[in-house]
């Protein structure tokens, strides 16, 4: 079955320490994009990938790393730089970019700080 | 302002109401909207699109009101599997996803 994975389910991070995200899709989707939800408040963008090989900061970006060397794969990385990282991380996969009606979500992280 | 902003929940419900969720939005320039439905700790599904007409799905209504940029949604006859956050999404003529903080559904028995 086509679909967007993301591992691990719960991850946890030490003070200082940098973590990856795994975001993968089978979907031959060209556009991916990482997705930030705190309690209580709606989405916020922090990456987003048109291409492979491309990809631009969104609205959160500060602390956080990507890369798009497969068309599958969009892995994000939290730095030591994010100083509140905890929060729900959503990866996101569609076709066209931004395309709404045929946004495919994966599943989540839950990240949080020991 | 935020750019979307969403009824504050959570709603309360018995079965069987009818419950309307509201969002406004501050751009005016705005392409498309849609309602997103979120189980707790799960992925966000595309529950509808709005469309200006207005447009029905079984007992959901969304509705749209460009003048006054709002944005409805409306359950009719509320089951106990609503119970969900409801996400208002805005496209804005960037093309990007603008997403409201979501109103929290819960249907009691």
């Known amino acids: 079955d086509g679909g967007i994975t993301q591992s691990p389910k719960y991850l946890f991070r030490k003070e200082g320490q940098n973590v990856t995200l795994s975001c993968e899709q089978n979907?031959?989707?060209?556009?991916m994009y990482w997705y930030r939800q705190d309690p209580g408040q709606g989405l916020r963008l922090i990456y987003y990938?048109?291409?492979?090989?491309?990809?631009q900061k969104g609205d959160i970006a500060e602390g956080y790393s990507v890369s798009r060397e497969k068309k599958e794969s969009f892995p994000l990385t939290v730095t030591s730089a994010q100083k509140n990282p905890t929060a729900f991380y959503l990866c996101?996969?569609?076709?066209?970019?931004?395309?709404?009606?045929?946004?495919?979500f994966g599943s989540g992280t839950q990240l949080s700080v020991l | 302002r935020k750019e979307v902003e969403q009824d504050p929940g959570p709603f309360n419900v018995p079965e069987g109401a009818t419950v309307a969720f509201n969002c406004t939005y501050s751009?005016?320039?705005?392409?498309?909207f849609f309602w997103y439905r979120q189980d707790c700790r799960k992925e966000p599904k595309l529950l509808m699109s709005?469309?200006?007409s207005g447009n029905e799905d079984g007992r959901f209504t969304a509705q749209l009101n460009r003048a006054s940029q709002y944005i409805s949604l409306l359950i009719r006859d509320s089951k106990l599997s609503d119970s969900a956050t409801y996400l208002c999404?805005?496209?804005?003529?960037?093309?990007?996803?603008?997403f409201g903080q979501g109103t929290e559904l819960s249907v009691k028995p």
């Open positions: 996101a996969s569609s076709m066209v970019s931004w395309d709404s009606e045929k946004l495919f």
């Open positions: 979907l031959n989707h060209d556009a």
């Open positions: 990938s048109q291409i492979v090989n491309d990809f």
């Open positions: 751009n005016s320039a705005s392409q498309s």
């Open positions: 709005v469309y200006s």
């Open positions: 999404v805005v496209k804005n003529q960037g093309g990007k996803l603008i």
